[in-house]
């Protein structure tokens, strides 16, 4: 049965397709082809596509589909079809079916994407606050050699090295990298002022 081909067509479509908006195309492109559908309209996580045949003037039962695109409870989009009756004498309760299914298929991967999306922001997120972690605790060892180097306190020191930052203009992160460096150097213990 061609119905069974459709929802293995659009399943692995929704396998494949990495990019939202091709396989809202696809997708539209696939239901429209297989069902002989007059109108399809797909929307998936803010992408949306459309197909719509010729309108016939004959005045033949409708059958028309329109349901959210969801997965526990999260909608990602909108699913509406309209057959000029069900194809090929197909029964309704299958056409209905098959639609449900493929419905469910696109929820899945719309979850999919949102959910790849939102570990790529979170990596990137990770990674800027490791970053700041990093650079925190290169300015606070290089503060605390400054104030061991030149007998100041570690407030003293943060001052001093803002001020050498803005002289020099280097970034704080950098001035402290190279103290650390100098220190480890066994330079003389002390810096100029």
Do not use: C
């Amino acid at each position: 049965m061609y119905l069974q081909s459709l929802i293995r067509r659009v399943s692995t479509l929704s396998a494949s397709e990495p990019d939202t908006g091709r396989l809202v195309v696809e997708a539209v492109a696939e239901l429209a082809e297989s069902l002989r559908a007059n109108r399809v309209d797909l929307s998936l996580n803010g992408r949306h596509a459309a197909h719509e045949s010729e309108p016939e003037t004959l005045s033949a039962p409708r059958f028309l589909y329109s349901r959210p695109i969801a997965v526990r409870g999260v909608e990602y989009g909108r699913l509406e079809v309209e057959l000029r009756g069900t194809p090929d004498g197909i029964r309704p309760d299958v056409v209905l079916l098959s639609l449900e299914t493929a419905a469910l298929i696109l929820a899945g991967a719309a979850e999919r994407h949102r959910l790849e999306a939102d570990r790529a922001k979170r990596k990137a997120q990770l990674k800027h606050v490791t970053g700041e972690v990093e650079n925190a605790k290169l300015l606070a060892r290089a503060t605390g050699i400054i104030a061991d180097l030149r007998g100041v306190s570690m407030e003293a020191a943060r001052h001093w090295l803002a001020a050498e930052s803005a002289r020099t203009r280097r970034s704080i992160a950098e001035l402290a990298d190279r103290i650390i460096l100098y220190r480890q150097s066994g330079a003389p213990r002390e810096i100029a002022s």
